[in-house]
Each structure stands twice: as C-alpha cells, then as structure tokens.
C-alpha cells in the first residue's frame, strides 16, 4: 500500500464520497478489529450524519476474542449496528443481511407508508486503505451477485451490485483516510501495516510493539520469547524494550558477523511475528471507557 494523501486529494475525495453518499441508505464502514478507533476516519460521523450506519469489524480473526465483544458493545452503545467479520474466509457475512433490514428499519418503514414495497435498501462500503473493503465485496457479494446498469446520478463509472431482493451494493468502495497527523494513530497503524514502515524506523517500532506487550499481553511474550533464565524479564523498567530486543536477537540466531545481536533483523521477526499472527489474536486499542 502506498498512498499518499495530500489537501488537495483529500478535499477531492471527500467531495466524491459526498456525492455518494447522497445516493444512499446505509454506510457499511470496515474497521480493523485490532484498531477500532485508529482504523476509522475522522470525517465519517460527519460525512454519514442521517444515513444508518454499520460497522464490520472486521478481521476479528486476528483480534482478541474478549476485545472483540467489548468493542461491539462499545459501537452498539454509541449508537451503530455491528457485526464482528472475517472477510477473508467470510466467517459473519450470514448476519449482515438481517442486520441491515433492523439498520434500516425506519427508512423501509419510511417507503412503506409510502407505497413503497421492496426497494432494496443501498449501501456503499467505505474503510481506509488495506482494512479489507475488495476482500469483504468479494466474499460478500461473491459470484451470485449481478451488476445493474448504470443509473442515472451515480457518478460515472459506478455500478450498482445487486446482492439479493433487499440490497444494492455500490460497486467501487470508498476509500477514507485516517487520522494519519496523530501520531499515536500512525504507530497503531504502522504496527498492523496499514502505513509505511517509514513512519518510525524499524527498530522503533518493534521497541514500541514490546513495550505495549510487556503490559498488555506479557504471558504471549514470554510465551514466545521464553526467557532462559538468564535474564529477568519481570524487573525490567519502562526502557528494557530495547535490551529485550537484544534478548530476542541472541534468543533467536539473529547475530551479526562477531556475535553481536543483530537487532535490526530482531525488530523485523518480532514485527512479522506479529503481522502473521504468530504472537496470537492480540487487539492494540482498548475502548475508552473500559481503561
Ligand atoms: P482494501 O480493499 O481495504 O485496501 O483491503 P484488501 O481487501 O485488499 O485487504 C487487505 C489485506 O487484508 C489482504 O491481505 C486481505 O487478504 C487481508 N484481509 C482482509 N480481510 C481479512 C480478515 O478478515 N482477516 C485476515 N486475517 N485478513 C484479512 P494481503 O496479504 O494484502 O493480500 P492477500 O495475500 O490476502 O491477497
């Protein structure tokens, strides 16, 4: 992933999100069930005000099971519908459809008084880069699903996906940038690869990734860096992560040309390890009222 958001692209796709939006009933926004809040974008509340709302979190396969269900119930008290996914191997898309009718019951309640009956409910996916939009429109609309002609005032190009009776899917995602100015955002970011490495440089990053495992997950950690007994990594102060680095590099064969630990080579396992899963299902962002 590389893109670049500068002003005057992010004024330009905000004003075509704008006008999609006008088109239709429901915003389906994917969030990255180990980031919730890092993974949203900042003008989407604003953008989808009057619109119903459902957030997927999605790959919860990777986030904490516990963590998962106390971030649902965060959504669901803040007002949106949500549904826990994996878009990859389609774990969750059944309940979708029924959560979307209860998401939009108003509005077919709405058509209703009206006459109208049956007109399926429109929604378009949006999410920032790499959170899984192309794998959940994949999976979800799969190969059942028919493309309808254009309409008229959608922009051009945009083609809706009819995913059954009820639903219309905007056939290109929106894509939304996140809160990338603040920094602690980025380094969420940066920890499940959604931005450039560039952002801290690599070692940085793996000492900051320790340091929120020694607090959150230290039985992972010491799990899969078992100590040898030589060093104590209970006693450590705030600054041992990078000593555990070294800890890791002489663990692991990761040394240099004299024996020295290679920690560059260190940092990148621990961060892969991480990245694939190896460390276990580990969610980085806690919902606010809950610590
Ligand atoms: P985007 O359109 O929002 O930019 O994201 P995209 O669907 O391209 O997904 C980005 C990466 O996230 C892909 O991995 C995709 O397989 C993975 N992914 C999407 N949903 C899930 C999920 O629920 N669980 C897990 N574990 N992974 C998910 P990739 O390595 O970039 O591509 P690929 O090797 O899968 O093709």
Request: aromatic letters at 6%; proline letters at 4%; glycine letters at 8%.
């Amino acid at each position: 992933m590389n893109i670049q958001w500068y002003p005057g692209h992010m004024t330009k796709a905000k004003r075509a999100m704008k006008e999609d939006i006008r088109l239709i009933d429901l915003i389906i926004e994917l969030v990255d069930a180990r980031v919730p809040l890092a993974s949203r974008n900042p003008d989407i509340d604003e953008l989808g005000k009057g619109k119903a709302r459902l957030i997927l979190l999605n790959k919860s396969d990777m986030a904490s099971e516990q963590q998962n269900e106390a971030w649902m119930s965060w959504f669901r008290k803040q007002g949106f519908h949500v549904v826990k996914i994996n878009a990859r191997t389609g774990a969750g898309l059944k309940q979708i459809n029924a959560v979307v009718q209860e998401a939009c019951r108003e509005k077919i309640e709405r058509d209703r008084r009206r006459g109208i009956i049956n007109r399926p409910v429109r929604a378009m996916v949006v999410g920032i880069p790499n959170v899984g939009k192309s794998t959940f429109i994949n999976s979800f609309a799969g190969k059942a699903c028919t493309k309808t002609g254009n309409k008229p005032g959608v922009t051009k190009g945009n083609q809706w996906i009819r995913l059954n009776k009820s639903l219309e899917l905007l056939d290109t995602p929106g894509i939304l940038w996140p809160r990338f100015e603040d920094q602690q955002v980025g380094l969420l970011l940066a920890f499940i690869g959604s931005i450039n490495d560039e952002i801290l440089n690599r070692e940085e990053l793996a000492v900051e990734l320790l340091r929120f495992l020694r607090k959150y997950y230290p039985e992972t950690l010491k799990e899969r860096y078992p100590d040898d007994g030589k060093d104590d990594l209970g006693s450590r102060g705030e600054d041992g992560a990078l000593t555990e680095l070294e800890r890791i590099a002489r663990l692991r064969g990761c040394l240099m040309k004299g024996g020295e630990p290679d920690i560059s080579r260190a940092a990148l396992l621990v961060i892969d390890d991480f990245r694939s899963g190896k460390l276990g299902r580990i969610t980085l962002e806690f919902p606010p009222e809950e610590r």
